[in-house]
């Protein structure tokens, strides 16, 4: 089945750095979807991708849809400390299908 | 606040006892979902239901029972655990199960089976 790599499994940054994560599969997928989940909570929808080679940005986090339609890659700027948490990717090859998961990147931020 | 809510948010129970999880979303969502989440694994998903008919059970043993009485409730039966279900049971809503499927979730359930 179709599986989402996100490596490394934690990052550490100082306060202030930007950061860059990205995921990536062998198979072909038509949406994109980033989402963070704090300690105790549920993952909350970040940014959605839908187009090969959209760019959206939220605020101080931006996002990608790779023009192979096989990765994405989210940034973030000026890191604070609340950025703290799991970022997960998702994506889904067609309409549908399932959503398919990474396993998520713990991002800590150093004050 | 996504618009998901889940009660219990914590619960603790023995193999032998039965308990219900329920997940509530406010955003006219048409598709809810069950997911379970275990450290170190990606998310795994349980059930999908879709205007209130299920359209996926993937693979779930029967310990685990939903119930969707409309598209905005849904809740997931417990009975007879194993110690290696506790996890964080998640649900998600989605205006539609398919197309391009953004789903919200909810604050989660951590169940801990003695």
């Known amino acids: 089945g179709q599986q989402l790599n996100q490596s490394p499994q934690s990052m550490f940054i100082q306060e202030g750095e930007d950061v860059s994560m990205n995921c990536t599969s062998s198979?072909?997928?038509?949406?994109w979807l980033w989402y963070k989940q704090e300690p105790g909570e549920g993952p909350v929808l970040l940014i959605a991708?839908?187009?090969?080679?959209e760019l959206t940005s939220n605020g101080r986090l931006t996002a990608q849809f790779g023009i192979t339609r096989k990765d994405s890659f989210l940034n973030i700027s000026a890191s604070i400390p609340s950025d703290v948490g799991i970022y997960f990717c998702a994506g889904q090859t067609g309409a549908n299908s399932k959503l398919t998961f990474g396993k998520g990147i713990t991002l800590s931020v150093r004050p | 606040e996504t618009g998901v809510t889940q009660t219990p948010r914590h619960l603790v129970m023995g193999m032998t006892n039965k308990k219900s999880l329920k997940c509530e979303q406010h955003?006219?969502?048409?598709?809810m979902y069950w997911y379970k989440q275990s450290a170190k694994k990606p998310l795994e998903l349980m059930f999908v239901y879709n205007f209130k008919e299920q359209t996926e059970n993937n693979s779930v043993p029967s310990r685990f029972s939903p119930e969707c009485p409309n598209s905005s409730h849904l809740f997931l039966h417990l009975h007879t655990l194993q110690p290696e279900d506790s996890a964080l049971y998640l649900c998600?809503?989605?205006?539609?199960?398919?197309?391009?499927?953004?789903?919200?979730f909810g604050p989660g359930t951590r169940l801990t089976v003695l």
């Open positions: 198979s072909i997928f038509n949406t």
């Open positions: 955003l006219g969502h048409n598709a």
């Open positions: 991708l839908y187009k090969a080679g």
């Open positions: 998600a809503s989605s205006p539609l199960s398919g197309a391009t499927d953004t789903q919200y």
